[in-house]
């Protein structure tokens, strides 16, 4: 990187930590009304319909997914092309296993006739976990723009640069997620 | 009045109707201008542009469409308040409610903001150096966001779906069960959208001011305006996420049955603290680039520095903090226990202390000055003894046992309009008119402009001070109608005639613009003799400026230098400029995003599945079509 393209990117790069520090806002309150609101004082308790065993593993994909990103991106710097892939790869499956497994959790939730509008747990539970799944499905998305990128063959420079902000991203969403266990999860599950 | 369309049996009240007549005569003769001068590149320009001045002239303008909208709703409010008992047009009831909200709504979100926006836009990369914002391409997103958002809330008025929850949308009210019509979910997503608008444009301003400044531009040397913008983007970030959030979870309670705000599990009292997190710091969001418009201009015309400039970023600051502490003072009658009072009362109390400050050091700033009378100038005279006032009834309304007697009665209405109309709009006139050279590269009227002046003050006092008695006489805000005892009649009437007398004084700066540009007098760098950086540049500011880059030596370099009878010093060792582009992107990212809520409003959900389909398209070709590409080294 020149000092042009340094600038630039410290530009971008201070400017998304402060995106960051917005969505650091939006997810704080919306774990604040998740705190005001449960328990509800009737319909579904979240001691009730909580599974320990999907949250296990959701959580490990999306923990692990942070690991595997990371591995893709130094090895990208260190030009090994093919685990640079690799990790993206893997970091890319494991955000469509941990989205599958919120689905299924939604679904099923649904299914009982848990839905968003039965108690204000429920409510503030579906707008807040629902957030963060939006987030990994953007993330998704945006790991598929990455691979295009890169096989477009875009300065090596600019795809470095892309790939550290998204990476800010995803470690971000993992951040969140690891709030989310704990104060969602855990508290109900132990 | 009622008519068929097409076969469909339509129903529109005659304002309603009035409204869609003048549109489309108004539309007609732009649409006719445009086309007999040839002005379609023009606007295709505008649309397609990123450079930072381009996109402040967008926001003046539509602030200043909107003004007059929100003013003419002000108006009719006006008419139906000016007897007892009065039944003016439609105006009474629901209808009253309407007009309320949409002018309360208006002025605050599409009239201060994007008119301090586009100041901020237009003028701070030049008072600090910096050759654009740090992110052209997203501050084009910002405008464009913007601009959907208020036509998202005003279309709403045409199909006869207005609003009418005020412009803090209080729960129960705003959810579903006691407002079904989809004039709550206009409210909410022409907020939601215009308000993400405003934070991207708040984070570009940090990055810009932070890292873009010119050799030497400590962050102590910048004008006043400067900091009081970056204070205010900070501000912004915070408030806006929570009202985002606030509205986000409104929109699960209408449209998705979720139940935060209602039913017997849910808490109206959640919505008011999460709507007054925002809207407190959101009075100071429109106050304190006023104050920094002020500081600038009173320095100009002065002819001295700023007194006391780190106290005067200090004070900035620390109102800005204690901002976010004194929200409950909006809910003093909500019942929440002596305790969380008395701290709300204090907190609220103690901002008037910086605040103070700010104003003796202004006038400080003005003693043994050179001054001169213009028309920036006399808006900022006029400012200082009526935002005192509007200070005054704060702190009054801060004794939070006196606050049961003024309450919801017109003693607020005349407070808050004091403080808003004092600071904001009279700061954006006083800016206006000290920038209209960079900005336009002509100066406006004097003459008119002291018409304007003097008719807006004498007629915004007129309007204003009655309601202080009215108020403290009992007569309640958001009411259509009183009747006629304790001299409420003549105080009424005598606000309704200052409120024409404003109405009067908008003609006189329209008059004025029409009469300067006729007139075309360019005029050089800088016509008021100033002190900093901005009038270097040619005006109108052009696309690529500061070249060559000055170097600044301390506060107001280009006044000493100017004053030494040098130029300022310049060098070559310039940080990388932002890159612009030139890109229909942003107007399509926000129109995807109009279509997305008007699916959602009306629950045609095809709508917003397309258009967020084509939302995330956008986004995709945005990344494939990264001007940066041509600007990197390639790869081997
Ligand atoms: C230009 C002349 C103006 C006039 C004559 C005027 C008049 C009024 C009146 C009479 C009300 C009270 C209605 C009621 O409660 O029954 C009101 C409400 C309000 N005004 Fe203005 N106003 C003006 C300008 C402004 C400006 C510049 C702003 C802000 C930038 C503003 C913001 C508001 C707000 C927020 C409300 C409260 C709406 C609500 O209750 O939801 N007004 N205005
Ligand atoms: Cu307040």
Redesign the interface.
């Known amino acids: 990187m020149?000092?042009?393209?340094q600038?630039?990117f410290?530009?971008?790069k201070?400017?998304f930590f402060?995106?960051l520090?917005?969505e650091a806002?939006?997810f704080a309150?919306?774990f604040a009304?998740y705190l005001?609101?449960t328990p509800?004082?009737?319909g579904p308790q979240p001691s009730e319909i909580f599974e320990a065993k999907t949250v296990i593993l959701s959580s490990f994909f999306l923990l692990s997914s942070s690991g595997t990103l990371w591995l893709g991106e130094r090895a990208l710097k260190s030009e090994k092309q093919n685990i640079f892939l690799t990790g993206l790869g893997i970091t890319m499956l494991f955000a469509i296993i941990f989205l599958g497994f919120e689905v299924y959790e939604f679904a099923s939730f649904v299914r009982e006739g848990h839905?968003?509008?039965v108690?204000?747990f429920m409510?503030?539970y579906?707008?807040l976990v629902g957030l963060h799944a939006a987030h990994v499905a953007f993330g998704i998305?945006w790991m598929a723009?990455l691979f295009?990128?890169y096989f477009?063959?875009?300065?090596?420079?600019?795809?470095t640069e892309?790939l550290s902000i998204f990476s800010y991203y995803w470690h971000f969403v993992d951040v969140v997620w690891v709030f989310i266990i704990g104060i969602v999860y855990l508290p109900y599950l132990l | 009045m009622k008519f068929t369309l097409f076969g469909v049996n339509i129903m529109l009240p005659s304002d309603v109707l009035a409204a869609w007549v003048f549109t489309l005569l108004l539309g007609a003769v732009v649409v006719f201008l445009v086309l007999k001068k040839k002005r379609l590149g023009l606007i295709w320009e505008y649309m397609v542009t990123t450079n930072h001045r381009k996109i402040g002239i967008l926001y003046i303008l539509f602030g200043i469409i909107y003004f007059f909208r929100a003013g003419l709703d002000a108006l009719f409010i006006r008419t139906q308040l000016a007897f007892p008992n009065n039944d003016f047009w439609v105006f009474q009831g629901e209808k009253y409610n309407e007009v309320f909200t949409t002018h309360g709504t208006m002025m605050i979100f599409f009239v201060a903001m994007p008119l301090l926006l586009g100041l901020m836009n237009t003028v701070v990369p030049l008072q600090i150096g910096a050759r654009d914002l740090?992110?052209p391409f997203?501050n084009a997103v910002g405008f464009w966001l913007f601009f959907f958002g208020s036509i998202f809330f005003n279309i709403s008025f045409f199909l006869n779906m207005t609003p009418e929850i005020g412009w803090t949308g209080y729960a129960p009210l705003s959810t579903e069960q006691f407002t079904p019509g989809a004039g709550s979910d206009f409210y909410i997503f022409g907020l939601q959208i215009s308000g993400l608008g405003t934070?991207f444009t708040a984070?570009?301003l940090?990055?810009t001011i932070?890292?873009?400044r010119a050799p030497g531009m400590k962050m102590t040397r910048m004008p006043l305006f400067a900091w009081t913008s970056l204070i205010t983007s900070f501000l912004i970030?915070?408030a806006f996420?929570?009202l985002?959030?606030?509205l986000?979870?409104l929109m699960?309670d209408r449209l998705?049955?979720?139940?935060?705000f209602s039913g017997?599990?849910?808490?109206p009292i959640?919505w008011q603290h999460?709507f007054w997190i925002f809207g407190h710091p959101e009075v100071y969001i429109l106050a304190l680039p006023a104050f920094g418009i002020f500081s600038d201009v009173i320095s100009t015309f002065s002819r001295k520095r700023v007194f006391g400039y780190p106290i005067m970023v200090l004070s900035v600051a620390l109102i800005g903090f204690l901002g976010f502490m004194v929200w409950a003072h909006h809910m003093f009658t909500v019942g929440l226990g002596p305790m969380a009072n008395t701290f709300f009362a204090i907190t609220t109390m103690l901002i008037a202390v910086p605040t103070g400050i700010k104003v003796f050091n202004w006038l400080f700033t003005m003693r043994l000055g050179v001054i001169r009378f213009t028309t920036p100038m006399l808006f900022s005279l006029g400012f200082i003894p009526s935002f005192v006032m509007g200070g005054v009834t704060g702190v009054m309304l801060s004794v939070s046992a006196a606050d049961f007697q003024f309450h919801d009665t017109h003693f607020v209405v005349a407070h808050f309009h004091y403080v808003i109309i004092a600071s904001t709009i009279l700061g954006i006139f006083a800016g206006l008119y000290y920038w209209y050279p960079k900005i336009t590269g002509y100066v406006l009227d004097e003459k008119l402009g002291r018409w304007h002046f003097w008719t807006f003050l004498i007629g915004f006092h007129l309007t204003f001070f009655p309601m202080h008695i009215t108020g403290l006489e009992g007569m309640p805000r958001r009411v259509y109608t009183y009747d006629d005892s304790g001299g409420l009649a003549e105080l009424n009437f005598m606000s309704t005639i200052g409120a024409f007398l404003m109405g009067v004084s908008m003609l006189f700066a329209i008059w004025n613009v029409y009469k300067t540009y006729k007139e075309g007098r360019k005029v050089g760098n800088d016509p008021w003799d100033g002190r900093t950086l901005e009038w270097s540049v040619a005006s109108p500011a052009p696309e690529h400026t500061f070249d060559p880059m000055p170097v600044v030596e301390g506060i107001d370099s280009f006044w000493f230098a100017k004053s030494a009878g040098k130029k300022m010093p310049v060098t070559d060792q310039v940080?990388?400029t932002?890159?612009e582009v030139q890109s229909i992107l942003p107007f399509l990212i926000g129109s995807t995003l109009f279509f997305l809520s008007l699916g959602l409003t009306f629950s045609w959900y095809w709508l917003s599945i397309l258009s967020a389909f084509i939302l995330?398209t956008l986004l995709?070709v945005r990344?494939?079509k990264?001007e940066?590409?041509d600007?990197?080294?390639?790869?081997k």
């Open positions: 020149n000092r042009a393209e600038a630039l410290n530009d971008k201070m400017g402060i995106y520090g917005v806002i939006m309150v919306l009304t005001i609101f509800a004082s009737n839905g968003m509008g108690n204000v409510s503030s579906y707008v998305g723009v295009v990128q477009r063959q875009i300065p090596l420079t600019l795809f892309k | 740090a992110f997203l934070i984070l570009n940090i990055v932070v890292r873009h970030l915070i996420t929570v985002a959030i606030a986000y979870l699960f998705f049955g979720a139940g935060f017997t599990e849910g808490n959640y999460l940080r990388a932002p890159l995330f995709v990344s494939l990264d940066r590409e600007h990197y080294g390639r790869r």
